[in-house]
């Protein structure tokens, strides 16, 4: 069992589409959106070894800002809640959440203290966006060209031991200014594709109820050292990249970088060169 099945359990319970997004939102009535976004990050599934505490704090903070981003909305305010072994970790592990919030322009507004046998922390977000610029994974149609932003597989090749990629997987970046970017460009969807790409792609396509056919000569495969690249690149998380859906004659606007890998098609699947790509990401099981 895996969180995405789990988290079917209790669909009937949320609703659909508040299970189905990055971030929930609340219409403010006034033209503009609240996007909020919750997730828990843990020291032995979530922290590689050998990571400092001031890049634990940025990756928790890091992880919702990107949530935030991928709505194309403007993050405001993250609120931090620490459960530490010891309570010498906690100024280095705010020292890297605050840096990371305010590099994107969020401020780190309130939290809380637990003790914990294991090093626990849930971060939730909070950002704005106009109405007509709010971005979710639903809105995918027949005849959008499909596109990233940045390399996925760098992260993976960093956790296989590729130092050259060690700020990739430790200190990733929310797209902020990428994901508002897209947003006004028109895209009809987005989301990040923090759990990998492929998995992502089967999100989206879902929520939209649409499909997806990738040509994988516009692949822009990372550079690794070992290992298959292909593999990192579809199936490997914690790039915090973001997929997006756009009719093609709203691309011209768009000034960011970004490579188109596929189109969305009616059936409803993803493929890569005429085969089924296989539906699997990071997860946490039991
Ligand atoms: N315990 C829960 N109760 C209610 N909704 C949940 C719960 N867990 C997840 N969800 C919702 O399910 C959806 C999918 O969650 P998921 O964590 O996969 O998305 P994500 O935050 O984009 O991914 P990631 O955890 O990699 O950042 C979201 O809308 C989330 O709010
Ligand atoms: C062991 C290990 N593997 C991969 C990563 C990269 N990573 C960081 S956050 C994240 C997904 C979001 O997490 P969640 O789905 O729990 O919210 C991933 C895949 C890591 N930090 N540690
Ligand atoms: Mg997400
Ligand atoms: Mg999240
Ligand atoms: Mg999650």
Redesign the pocket.
């Known amino acids: 069992m895996d969180?995405?099945s789990l988290?079917d359990s209790?669909r009937h319970l949320?609703g659909e589409d508040?299970?189905?997004?990055?971030c929930?939102g609340f219409d403010l009535s006034d033209g503009r959106i609240l996007v909020s976004?919750t997730?828990m990050l843990h020291e032995t599934t979530d922290f590689p070894k050998g990571m400092t505490e001031f890049e634990k704090g940025w990756m928790s903070a890091a992880?919702t800002l990107s949530?935030i981003a991928s709505c194309g909305a403007q993050p405001i305010q993250l609120l931090v809640a620490v459960g530490l072994d010891d309570p010498a970790r906690l100024v280095p592990f705010m020292e890297g959440a605050v840096a990371c919030a305010e590099s994107v322009g969020a401020k780190v507004a309130g939290g809380d203290i637990d003790s914990h046998t294991e090093l626990t922390v849930v971060t939730t977000g909070f950002g704005i966006v106009e109405r007509s610029c709010c971005c979710r994974r639903t809105g995918a149609s027949p005849g959008d060209l499909v596109c990233i932003t940045g390399t996925p597989g760098l992260a993976m090749a960093a956790l296989e031991g590729d130092e050259r990629y060690r700020k990739n997987l430790l200190t990733p970046v929310p797209q902020v200014k990428a994901g508002q970017k897209i947003a006004r460009a028109k895209a009809s969807s987005m989301?990040?594709i923090?759990?990998g790409l492929a998995i992502s792609l089967y999100d989206m396509a879902q929520a939209s109820g649409v499909g997806f056919v990738l040509d994988s000569k516009n692949f822009n495969l990372p550079d690794v050292c070992s290992g298959s690249a292909r593999e990192y690149y579809l199936y490997g998380g914690g790039d915090f990249g973001l997929l997006f859906c756009i009719p093609p004659a709203c691309l011209s606007a768009l000034d960011t970088d970004y490579t188109v890998i596929g189109t969305v098609v009616s059936e409803k699947g993803v493929w890569c060169d005429g085969d089924p790509v296989e539906k699997r990401g990071y997860a946490h099981s039991w």
Request: glycine content about 0%.
């Open positions: 969180d995405r988290l209790i949320i508040e299970t189905a997004d990055d929930a976004s997730d992880v949530d989301m990040d923090s759990d």
